[in-house]
């Protein structure tokens, strides 16, 4: 079977950190870029941020800039988001994705588009920031 297992999301109070967890399954992840997103009921899945394959290149969103930090394991399969001084607004599903190089560029500075193509995409799991 070929996915992306997500976990640790839940409830956290403000101010609080979480730490996500996205682990392939059936196949490697050492190949792919690797995007986070999150999704508000009614608004468009948008990304918040991305690594590269080797780990090299990592862009944020500005919202989660200096809160949020995405690194890999490429050796256990697995991508992390750990999530500090988390807010209200960060309240979201959220996803993980394996998608191609150009998904997470240098230059472009910023994560990949939700209109890029990705080759897995994660269930998704709650975070919900309140007290």
């Known amino acids: 079977q070929l996915q992306l297992v997500e976990s640790g999301g839940g409830l956290v109070q403000p101010g609080g950190s979480l730490r996500l967890s996205c682990a392939a399954s059936g196949f490697t992840l050492d190949d792919y870029a690797m995007n986070w997103f999150r999704q508000v009921p009614g608004k468009e899945r948008a990304g918040i941020a991305c690594?590269?394959?080797?780990?090299?290149?990592?862009n944020y969103a500005d919202s989660v800039k200096g809160r949020f930090t995405i690194s890999r394991d490429n050796a256990e399969n697995t991508v992390y988001l750990q999530m500090n001084s988390l807010k209200p607004e960060d309240t979201a599903i959220y996803y993980c994705?394996?998608?191609?190089?150009?998904?997470?560029?240098?230059?472009?500075?910023?994560?990949?588009?939700?209109?890029?193509?990705?080759?897995?995409w994660g269930q998704g799991t709650q975070v919900t920031v309140s007290s």
């Open positions: 994705a394996a998608g191609p190089a150009r998904t997470c560029l240098k230059a472009a500075g910023t994560p990949g588009s939700v209109r890029l193509k990705y080759d897995y």
């Open positions: 690594i590269s394959s080797s780990g090299g290149i990592t």
